[in-house]
C-alpha cells in the first residue's frame, strides 16, 4: 500500500483503470467460459468501443465545464444521414462522408453552444430542446427512408480504419488540452468559472467553442457509427435519447480520473470497460433490462471508488 502511495498519480491512474478491465472480464470469464473473452472477441469489443471513445472524448470539452449535452444521440444521427446523403446522392464517397458529417456535427455545437449562451438556461434544457428539431430535420432529409451507406464505403467501421480516425481524435484532443490556450481555459472554467471571469476570459465564447468542438467530435463517432453499422434510421420523438448514454459513460471515467491526469486515456479504457460489461451479459443472455440496471449500478460503483470528495468539499 505505501509503495502504491509513492507512485506518480498517472500509474496509480492507469493501474486503476487496468485493474478494472481485468476485473470486468475476469467476472464474466468466470460465469460464461465458453462463449466470452476469448482474443478474437476481446478486440472485437475493443473496436465497438472505439465509436463511443471519439464522441466522450469530445464531450469531454463541454462536461468539465459543468455543462451537458442531451443531444448526443440526434447530433450522431443527423450527422451519420448528412455524410451518407453525400456520399451517396452526390457521389461525393469518403470525402462527402467525413467532412460532411464533421461539419453537421460542428453545426450542432454551434447551435447548442449559442442558444445556450443567449437564452441563459440550462444547457441540459436548451439540448433536448433542439434535439427535436435535429431529429425532424434529419427525418426531413432522410425523407423516412433508411439510410444505407455502400459496402465500398465502409473502411472506417473496421480495422484499421477506425482506429487511424480513434487515434487522430484522441491525439487532437490531447494537443488541445495540453497545448492550447483554449484547453488551458477548458479546466479553468470547469474548476471555476466566477474565477475564470475575474482572470478576464471569455467565458461564454469557450463555452461556445466547446460545444463545437464536442459536435466536431460527435460527427466523427457518427462516421464510425455508419460505418460500423452500414445504415441509419432517422427517428422522432427523442427516440435518439439513448445513443446518449456510452458517451456519457465513458466520459464519467474522463471526469473522474482527471485527478491523475489521464481523463482521455481514461475514456478509452472507460468506454472498454463499459463494452466488456456489456457483452458479457449478452454473453449470459441477460435480459436488457436487467443489463441496464446492473451497467448503471456498476458505473456508480466505478465512480464512487475512483473519486473520493474531500471533506467540506460541494458536490454539483
Request: net charge neutral.
Amino acid at each position: 500500500m505505501t509503495a502504491f502511495k509513492n507512485l506518480s498519480g498517472a500509474t496509480k491512474g492507469y493501474i486503476v483503470l487496468i485493474s478494472l478491465v481485468v476485473l470486468s472480464w475476469l467476472i464474466f470469464k468466470i460465469l460464461t467460459p465458453h462463449n466470452f473473452g476469448a482474443p478474437d472477441q476481446m478486440l472485437s469489443y475493443f473496436q465497438a468501443s472505439l465509436i463511443a471513445t471519439v464522441g466522450a472524448i469530445g464531450f469531454y470539452f463541454v462536461m468539465d465545464m459543468g455543462l451537458f449535452d442531451f443531444s448526443i444521440g440526434a447530433n450522431i444521427i443527423l450527422s451519420s444521414i448528412v455524410g451518407c446523403q453525400l456520399a451517396n446522392t452526390f457521389n461525393l464517397g469518403y470525402t462527402g462522408l467525413v467532412l460532411g458529417a464533421l461539419a453537421t456535427g460542428a453545426l450542432v455545437g454551434l447551435c447548442n453552444g449559442f442558444f445556450y449562451v443567449r437564452l441563459r438556461i440550462p444547457s441540459m434544457i436548451v439540448t433536448a430542446g433542439l434535439a427535436l428539431i435535429y431529429e425532424s430535420l434529419a427525418n426531413y432529409i432522410a425523407g423516412g427512408v433508411e439510410q444505407t451507406l455502400p459496402s465500398d464505403l465502409r473502411g472506417l467501421g473496421q480495422m484499421p480504419g477506425n482506429l487511424i480516425l480513434a487515434l487522430v481524435t484522441f491525439i487532437i484532443a490531447w494537443l488541445v488540452l495540453n497545448y492550447t490556450k483554449f484547453g488551458t481555459y477548458t479546466y479553468a472554467i470547469g474548476s471555476d468559472e466566477f474565477v475564470a471571469k475575474n482572470m478576464g476570459i471569455n467565458v461564454d465564447k469557450f463555452k461556445v467553442l466547446a460545444f463545437i468542438l464536442s459536435g466536431a467530435f460527435f460527427g466523427a463517432m457518427a462516421v464510425l457509427t455508419i460505418s460500423y453499422g452500414s445504415s441509419m434510421v432517422a427517428v422522432t420523438g427523442m427516440s435518439s435519447m439513448s445513443r446518449n448514454f456510452i458517451p456519457t459513460m465513458g466520459c464519467f471515467f474522463g471526469l473522474a480520473f482527471m485527478k491523475y491526469g489521464i481523463p482521455l486515456q481514461a475514456i478509452i479504457l472507460g468506454e472498454f470497460i463499459v463494452n466488456i460489461i456489456f457483452f458479457g451479459f449478452i454473453s449470459l443472455g441477460a435480459p436488457t433490462a436487467i443489463q441496464d440496471v446492473i451497467t448503471g449500478l456498476a458505473l456508480l460503483f466505478i465512480i464512487t471508488f475512483t473519486t473520493k470528495v474531500n471533506k467540506g468539499e460541494i458536490v454539483k
